[in-house]
């Protein structure tokens, strides 16, 4: 077990300013073009996968360092740049870790590879899980997953929404019922590969922020998969749905669904994101301070504006920590007894917005313009309070772990 520590070593420093050279070079020169193009930045991916930021290599590497920090190091500079873009280059890893998270040996080796392509053909993939009447309230899942025995194939039929890369990308992970009557316990992963018949995309979502990153439906109609597609296999889906019948009728623990899994896995690495997006303001801000003038002196030496930016880099600093122990304790084993990746994604997206509207404060009329880029910043900011669980859920979450009681 790695202690626990709040220096990076040489060889983490030096992948920081790797990838933040990249955000710098390649990903802010792109940002605007991308917002306004509001359409899935492919030339930048394949850069990034020119020079093997964007591979499973890179990410494997970064998602089994001992210390936790490799992927909140990464995605902070990644976001750093500029949010959209990076979500596009980092979006595939939802659905690869809800494979790690899921899946088999086989099953990882299998199709992590096909998720990514390499630099001659990049690929994106897609984790589906909410719908339309079903985001945070999973227990309302519609979307059917039903079991043809006598050809070994599992039949999909739904609708899901809010998909990164849905749509557009080679393999789909998506989530199903496959016991309606045990509600959320009653749920499975799959593996939708390229070409399947049956899958397509249906509205593609013009958004606020994050405008660089593909968000649309995925519609599933008649989808035939193999029984091989069924994430961790049929074997540990009937032992895992038997128990929860059991538990069902004792009253006994509550189970983790597959979805549950995936996003319990990412919270950390989403708080890191929002991080990375409140220090890029934070920066922009302060250097505005320092160079704007009002009344003939620097707006920082008027303290309304100091102490709003030294409330801003303690935020993000707390925020950062907050990330990094959470991190650290997923990677080392440790159980999360106070709800530590929810308490890191809850204050981490809840800084990023806050520290974003005090960016566009101090830059005042310019702040609102598209000339400066805390207005995008701040755009984009709005997303960390909503996927990938809302903070209302984070509290929720936080709230039932620390009582033991199951708080509505």
């Given amino acids: 077990m790695a202690e626990f520590s709040f220096e990076l070593d040489d060889d983490q420093k030096a992948v ?38 964007y591979s499973l290599d890179f990410y494997a590497q970064q998602y089994f360092d001992p210390t936790g920090l490799g992927i909140p190091m990464t995605m ?25 998270a899921n899946g088999t040996e086989e099953q990882i080796g299998t199709w992590i590879p096909q998720m990514y392509g390499d630099a001659a053909d990049v690929k994106v993939a897609a984790f589906c899980s909410s719908e339309p009447d079903a985001g945070s309230d999973v227990g309302s899942m519609r979307t059917r997953a039903v079991y043809d025995e006598a050809k070994d194939e599992w039949v999909l039929d739904g609708t899901k929404t809010w998909a990164t890369n849905g749509g557009i990308a080679g393999v789909h992970v998506v989530v199903a019922v496959v016991d309606p009557e045990l509600g959320s316990k009653g749920h499975a992963s799959f593996i939708i590969p390229p070409g399947t018949p049956g899958l397509s995309q249906g509205q593609k979502f013009k958004k606020h922020g994050i405008r660089a990153s593909h968000t649309a439906e ?20 009937d032992e895992r749905l038997a128990r929860a019948r059991e538990r069902a009728k004792s009253g006994g623990e509550r189970l983790k669904n597959a979805a549950m899994a995936t996003f319990e896995a990412s919270r950390p690495a989403v708080g890191a994101m929002a991080v990375g997006t409140a220090r890029a303001a934070y ?33 993000i600093d707390a925020a950062r920590l907050m990330v990094w122990r959470a991190s650290w304790m997923a990677v080392n084993g440790r159980p999360f007894e106070s709800a530590e990746g929810s308490m890191s994604k809850l204050f981490a997206s809840e800084t990023a917005k806050q520290v ?4 566009v404060q101090i830059l005042g009329g310019n702040g609102f313009t ?12 709005a997303i960390y309070t909503i996927f990938e669980g809302t903070s209302e859920i984070q509290r929720l979450v936080i709230a039932r772990t620390l009582s033991g009681v199951q708080i509505r």
């Fill in 16 to 53: 920081r300013d790797w990838i933040h050279g990249f955000a710098a070079d390649v990903i802010r020169p792109a940002a605007a073009e991308w917002d306004e193009r509001e359409e899935t930045p492919w030339p930048i991916i394949q850069e990034a996968a020119k020079i093997g930021l």
């Fill in 76 to 100: 902070e500079e990644l976001f750093w740049g500029d949010a959209g873009i990076a979500l596009s280059i980092v979006g595939t890893g939802l659905a690869a870790v809800g494979v790690l």
């Fill in 218 to 237: 995925v519609v599933l109609d008649n989808v035939r998969v193999p029984g091989s597609c069924l994430l961790g296999g049929k074997e540990k889906l």
């Fill in 283 to 315: 920066e922009v801000a302060l250097d505005y301070a320092k160079t704007r003038e009002q009344f003939g002196r620097p707006i920082i030496d008027n303290q309304g504006v100091a102490f709003q930016l030294a409330d801003m880099r303690t935020r």
């Fill in 356 to 359: 974003t509207a005090q960016a």
């Fill in 370 to 381: 598209r000339e400066y880029p805390v207005e995008r910043m701040h755009r984009d900011a």
